[in-house]
C-alpha cells in the first residue's frame, strides 16, 4: 500500500473522495488515502502544497493560479475536480446596518486568510460592483468560526464564502445574504505537490480514474440528496437545489479557463505576470 495525503474543505463538493476512501477503492488500486479536513479553505491548503505538507490539494482554481505565480509554490494542478461556477454569499452580521451589497464599498471584509478564496473573491466581487479593488480592507479570520465572531462583534463588516455552506448561518439569523457572486471559471481543481509530482506521479492516473468513476455517478445514487442533506447539516431543499447546479469534471483545465483566471487576476493586480501554462497544468 502506497500512502498519499489528500486535503480539501469539510464541504459537500468533496463526498465523492469521502464515498471512495469509505468504499475502499483507493486501496483496492494499492493507495491508501488518507484525507485531513482543512476548515481554513485555499490559502491553508496552498501553504500546505508548497511546504510539502500534503500530496493533493481539492483547492479553488484562482487560489493556487496566484499560489503558483506569486508564491514560489511549485505544485501544478492534475485536473478540475468542479466544472461549474462556486456561488459566494456575500454576508454581514445579522444585526448590521448594511442592507445593500452597494452600502459595503470602503467597509472591511473577513478573509480566512490572504490568498484565500474569501480574499481574491473579494476583488473580482468589487470590479463587479465597480468600486476601487486598492482600497479594499480585510480582517483575517481564520475560519467559519472566525467570520461569524467578526461580523457579530463589528470587528469585520462582510465576508463572503459557498453560498450553501452558510445558508443554515443565515436560516438561524447569525448571518444575512446581502447577494451572490459567482466564480467565472471552473471552481475547483485537483492540485499535486512539487515532491508527489516528482516522487509518485505514477500514482495520479490511479486516483483520478477512481475519482472520476465517481464524480460520473455521484448525481445518480439513490438517495444522495438525503445523504448530503444529513451529513452536512443542509435542508434538503438547499442541497437539491446545490445538486441541480454543480457539475463535476473529469478533464484538465483548458487553456482558455486558465487564460481567463490570468487575466482576471492580473487586471486586479493579484498577480504580476502570467506563467507559460506548463508552469501550471501537469
Known amino acids: 500500500m502506497q500512502k498519499v495525503r489528500i486535503i480539501g474543505v469539510p464541504e ?5 473522495w469521502h464515498l471512495a476512501i469509505e468504499e475502499g477503492a483507493f486501496e483496492d488500486r494499492g493507495i491508501d488515502l488518507e484525507w485531513t479536513d482543512i476548515p481554513e479553505g485555499t490559502g491553508k491548503m496552498a501553504q500546505l502544497l508548497k511546504n510539502n505538507e500534503t500530496d493533493l490539494a481539492i483547492i479553488l482554481s484562482e487560489g493556487i493560479v496566484k499560489s503558483i505565480t ?3 509554490n511549485e ?6 475536480f468542479v466544472q461549474s461556477p462556486l456561488l459566494w454569499g456575500i454576508h454581514v452580521g445579522a444585526n448590521s446596518s448594511y442592507t445593500k451589497l452597494e452600502e459595503l464599498a470602503n467597509t472591511k471584509a473577513a478573509i480566512s486568510r490572504f490568498g484565500s ?8 466581487n468589487a470590479k463587479n460592483l465597480n468600486w476601487k479593488t486598492d482600497e479594499l480592507n480585510f480582517e483575517v479570520i481564520n475560519n467559519l468560526d472566525g467570520a461569524i465572531a467578526a461580523l457579530t462583534n ?3 463588516d462582510y465576508f ?5 455552506t452558510t445558508k443554515p448561518l443565515v436560516d438561524n439569523n447569525i448571518f444575512r445574504r446581502l447577494g451572490d457572486c459567482p466564480t467565472p471559471w471552473p471552481c475547483f481543481v485537483i492540485a499535486a505537490s512539487a515532491s508527489f509530482l516528482k516522487e509518485k506521479s505514477n500514482l ?7 475519482i472520476n468513476t465517481y464524480t460520473v455517478e455521484f448525481k445518480t445514487i439513490p438517495s444522495i440528496d438525503r445523504t448530503l442533506a444529513n451529513r452536512y447539516g443542509q435542508k434538503l431543499e438547499d442541497i437539491q437545489q446545490w445538486l441541480s447546479n454543480t457539475r463535476w469534471s473529469q478533464e484538465q483545465l483548458t ?4 487564460h481567463k483566471i490570468q487575466d482576471t487576476l492580473l487586471q486586479l493586480n493579484i498577480i504580476k505576470e502570467k506563467l507559460p501554462s506548463g508552469n501550471l497544468l501537469f
Do not use: R, Y
Open 255 to 258: 487553456l482558455t479557463e486558465l
Open 12 to 16: 459537500h463538493f468533496n463526498l465523492p
Open 70 to 72: 506569486e508564491d514560489a
Open 160 to 164: 463572503m464564502w459557498e453560498h450553501f
Open 154 to 156: 463589528g470587528t469585520a
Open 117 to 124: 478564496g474569501s480574499h481574491l473573491m473579494a476583488f473580482v
Open 204 to 210: 495520479i492516473a490511479h486516483i483520478l480514474e477512481v
Open 75 to 80: 505544485a501544478k494542478i492534475v485536473q478540475k
